[in-house]
């Protein structure tokens, strides 16, 4: 398993994990240094990619969706590094599982002769006319203007990723390679997201499969002061943006307090990498906490204020409560747009103008809409019901047994 990113590429992972070596595999793990302790605590073998994905991000902040920031630390950084971690971590392999942003996955795989599947979990990862790539907030454009998007971003990626992996390749005695794209999707694409939540493009790559998404069943249990505060009436609102960090965080958590407390409602705020509980102290109102287990404490709130990654998301969804999406950057647009089109949320609200006023507006729609409320109430079970990580695990032994499985595979969840 060679996943790098945040805690939402690491996460389902580690679902995926345990549900191979319950059937006997040996997993182990390359993966940001910041996570290496909380994986190796899941008793898997976990050696560090050496990147720290959470200090990055908290140094970097919001320059993080500077294209030439980007730029530089994809070409210069990241794939140097990886291409040393997985190497070095790989030996001895049936086969490698990457995700997030893995560029050296697929030639460390072709070097060691095993097969190597990508994962990913959110459908605008995927070329198909039915989202724009994930560089694109605007989640409404015709479907022949997503093709051309998708078209004109493939020269792009080239110019961004194409020197820096076959550098790295060159190395290892590999040949260069010409298309970007296509070479780091490898034997086979899954896409672990729930059927309903987020579908497939209908014209995806043939080598993409869907699951539904991988849930990760181990929860930290709550401390009592959360579950009192879980407890009392009405329910409270969830406040957390994950591993975003907003430019101006001290804003956007006064701005969260103040549209909580407008409607009268209690706030129990997820600290994250944006450290929201620096921000934010605790009250009779407000139950601050570094980290909150979604399975455990969305169900008893009211309505769920997030970044809208795809795990959060799909949590929100599988719990039944409203969403109100301030999506950062890259497939989180793609969520908040799915949320509002399933009716399971008001639109979307790009984090950079939101303000106390809107956020008040925006969450008494979450918690006054009944046909909103109805309906996520409505789809939550559905989602709730559903786990690929044991269809993902059938597709990675077919993997691993027939390195070439373009039309062995079912197209959507079964």
Not at 19 to 30: E, Q
Not at 31 to 38: H, K, R, S
Not at 372 to 387: H, I, L, Q
Request: charged letters at 20%; a negative charge; proline letters at 7%.
């Amino acid at each position: 398993m060679a996943p790098h990113g945040t805690r939402g590429d690491i996460q389902p992972m580690l679902a995926l994990a345990d549900a191979l070596a319950a059937r006997g595999h040996i997993v182990r793990f390359v993966a940001p240094a910041n996570f290496v302790p909380w994986i190796a605590a899941r008793g898997f073998d976990a050696r560090s990619d050496g990147i720290d994905v959470e200090r990055l991000f908290r140094t970097v902040g919001a320059n993080f969706q500077s294209f030439r920031w980007q730029a530089e630390y994809l070409s210069r950084v990241l794939t140097p590094q990886l291409f040393e971690s997985v190497g070095a971590a790989s030996e001895d392999v049936d086969l490698i599982v990457g995700a997030g942003v893995q560029i050296a996955g697929a030639s460390i795989a072709e070097w060691r002769d095993v097969p190597y599947c990508s994962a990913a979990f959110c459908p605008c990862a995927i070329p198909s006319h039915d989202a724009p790539p994930p560089s694109v907030k605007t989640q409404t454009l015709p479907k022949w203007v997503n093709g051309l998007l998708w078209q004109a971003g493939r020269p792009v990626t080239n110019l961004l990723l194409r020197k820096p992996i076959n550098t790295g390749r060159a190395r290892l005695a590999l040949e260069p390679i010409d298309s970007v794209l296509e070479h780091v999707a490898g034997s086979a694409i899954i896409l672990a997201a729930d059927r309903d939540l987020a579908p497939m493009g209908d014209d995806a790559p043939a080598v993409a499969v869907q699951t539904d998404a991988w849930i990760d069943r181990v929860s930290s249990p709550l401390d009592s002061r959360v579950e009192m505060f879980l407890r009392l009436a009405p329910p409270p609102i969830y406040i957390g943006f994950g591993s975003m960090v907003a430019s101006d965080v001290a804003a956007l958590a006064r701005d969260a307090i103040i549209a909580a407390r407008a409607l009268g409602r209690r706030a129990i705020v997820a600290g994250g990498w944006a450290g929201l509980n620096r921000y934010v102290p605790d009250d009779e109102d407000v139950c601050v906490v570094d980290a909150a287990p979604h399975d455990l404490v969305l169900p008893h709130v009211g309505a769920a204020v997030h970044h809208g990654g795809a795990g959060t998301t799909t949590a929100a969804a599988r719990a039944g409560v409203p969403q109100v999406v301030l999506p950062h950057l890259l497939d989180q647009f793609y969520w908040a747009h799915r949320v509002e089109a399933l009716s399971l949320g008001p639109a979307g609200l790009a984090v950079e103008i939101a303000n106390a006023e809107i956020l008040t507006a925006r969450i008494s729609t979450a918690l006054t809409d009944h046909r909103m409320r109805d309906t996520a109430a409505a789809f939550g079970p559905r989602v709730a019901a559903r786990n690929g990580v044991q269809a993902a695990a059938d597709i990675l032994e077919n993997v691993a047994g027939r390195p070439v499985l373009d039309r062995m595979l079912p197209r959507s969840p079964s």
